[in-house]
């Protein structure tokens, strides 16, 4: 079971309203209490690959993997829904974080292995697919 079945399970043998109460909001403070969202952005393939990162244990291994923090984002695309991270595959690996900036989606960081920058031109291309994605 998942620890959200865990906690919505338990629900049934609180003994008061007040038990309850504090029920719902140790829920409400659980990082992984509420479903990840689906990705507010699809990519067609090409040179340039972008995978939606969509779920707690997806961010955890693109972070062991990339030996980054990608996984201390989780609570803000669940939570927030201003964020959403992407595995970058193709001519290079690396992993995109967009967040939403007056109602469009923008690249906030690019990041390769161990947080290492990538070229300009990387980063064009990334933030061209990022503004075609959110005119389809």
């Known amino acids: 079971r998942t620890e959200s079945q865990r906690i919505h399970g338990s629900w049934r043998r609180l ?45 955890a291994h693109e972070g062991r993997t990339m ?6 984002y989780g609570g803000r695309v669940v939570h927030e829904q201003d964020s959403y991270l992407y595995r970058l595959d193709g001519a290079v690996r690396g992993t995109v974080l967009i967040r939403r ?3 469009q989606w923008r690249v906030a960081e690019l990041l390769g ?16 697919l990022v503004a075609e994605a959110q005119w389809r």
């Open 67 to 72: 030996q980054h923090c990608a996984a201390t």
């Open 101 to 103: 900036l007056r109602r």
């Open 113 to 128: 292995r161990g947080n290492a920058p990538f070229a300009a031109e990387v980063w064009d291309a990334v933030r061209q």
């Open 15 to 59: 003994p008061s309203f007040d038990a309850l109460r504090r029920e719902l909001a140790a829920l409400r403070r659980h990082p992984r209490a509420r479903p990840f969202p689906p990705a507010p952005l699809q990519f067609p393939g090409g040179p340039l690959v972008l995978t939606p990162l969509t779920s707690y244990e997806a961010l």
